[in-house]
Structures are given as C-alpha cells and as structure tokens.
Nanobody, 114 residues
C-alpha cells in the first residue's frame, strides 16, 4: 500500500527557513521522479519542485533560488529546504510522484506570517 507522510511544517516569519521531509512506503520510490506540491486556500494544488531518479531537479519560477529539493533513495525519503520564505508560500505541502500521482498524504501546513 502506497503511503506518503509529510512533516516539518510550521509557523515561520517572512525571511525564515523550514525543512520539510517526506517518507514514502512502496517500491515505486526508487524508480520514480518525485515532487513537492502545495495547495493554498482557494487555489489549486501546484507542483513547486521535482527531482528525477538520478537527482535532476526542476523548480517553479515562484520558488527558484529559494527552495532546494533532495532525495535519499536508501531511506525512501525526500526533502524540501525552504529559505527566504514569503507569505505567499503559505500552503499545505504534499509529496507525491512528479507525474501519475498516487494517493495523497495528509500534507504538512506551512504558514509564513509575522
């Protein structure tokens, strides 16, 4: 059974940093491109960062230069280092495959506010 567990969210001031973690169960992880998504209130879920099987990364323009995605295939885990956070980064963050998404986890709330 596929399962994603996201963690590391919280309340942070503008300009602050957070590191999100994703633990995935299932043999698909090592052979899949993976991504971090976010969904803000009243908006559609969007892909903000992705990483291929061998580590090639891609970012949405809105987070480029501020967020860094990484993965550890030995731990079936993925991470998102978020720096220089802005109020518009406030959202629930999810991990999943970068395409052909599977069942979604609970996500982790990130709130950027002073």
């Amino acid at each position: 059974q596929v399962q994603f567990v996201e963690s590391g969210g919280g309340l942070v001031q503008p300009g602050g940093s957070l590191r999100l973690s994703c633990a995935a169960s299932g043999s698909f992880f090592r052979i899949s491109g993976m991504g971090w998504y976010r969904q803000a209130p009243g908006k559609e879920r969007e892909l903000v960062a992705s990483i291929g099987r061998i580590g090639i990364t891609s970012y949405a323009d809105s987070v480029k230069g501020r967020f860094t995605i990484s993965r550890d295939n030995t731990k079936n885990s993925m991470y998102l280092q978020m720096n220089s956070l802005k109020p518009e980064d406030t959202a629930v963050y999810y991990c999943n495959r970068a395409s052909a998404t599977l069942a979604w986890g609970q996500g982790t709330q990130v709130t950027v506010s002073s």
